[in-house]
């Protein structure tokens, strides 16, 4: 436990950093300031044409955090197994990591149908307007949802890092590893 694993934390909160960071600006940012194009039959476009320049960024986000993670639980094991608290937090951020994972592909699926129909008129890139067709409308109703449920997820994932950081505290450490006295 004692040596260092800078290069697989890196890789694993980089990636997270980029993941959520990414994801909030894309929400906030890039699909807000859809609504302020001109034309609407040119917002969609704008919208898809960001993220789809943001998409293999996002991907190498995804893969360094991934590496990282499988790195940090192989290099910390031995703890995870021994120190109380550990194996619980773990599996939280494993399923909540899956879960984001399962999310980011879900909105890049609708947001690839809505690229190929960049030109559908709407309020935004994620707001249809009557002019939207439905299946367009339909996407993008599922996007507005989407877009906040990354950020949600990757931000849960960085507080259950932040706990990590705290179990590996040498105080939690022994704590952890000394038997619970009830």
Do not use: C, Y
Request: net charge positive.
């Amino acid at each position: 436990m004692g040596e260092r694993q800078t290069v697989i934390r890196s890789l694993h909160d980089i990636g997270l950093a980029a993941w959520f960071g990414g994801s909030l600006f894309g929400a906030v940012g890039l699909n807000g300031a859809s609504a302020a194009v001109g034309d609407p039959s040119d917002r969609t476009h704008v919208a898809a044409a960001g993220w789809a320049r943001w998409a293999p960024v996002n991907a190498a986000a995804l893969a360094a955090h991934s590496i990282g993670a499988i790195g940090l639980v192989s290099a910390n094991r031995g703890r995870v197994v021994a120190q109380s608290g550990t194996r619980g937090n773990s599996a939280v951020k494993t399923v909540v990591t899956l879960a984001a994972m399962g999310v980011t592909a879900w909105s890049g699926l609708e947001g690839a149908r809505l690229g190929k129909d960049s030109k559908a008129p709407a309020n935004s890139g994620v707001d249809p307007n009557q002019d939207t067709p439905p299946d367009v409308a339909a996407s993008m109703k599922k996007l507005k949802v989407l877009q906040w449920t990354i950020p949600a997820l990757t931000g849960v994932l960085l507080v259950l890092t932040s706990q990590q950081g705290e179990q590996q505290k040498a105080s939690q450490v022994v704590k952890g590893l000394l038997p619970s006295r009830r």
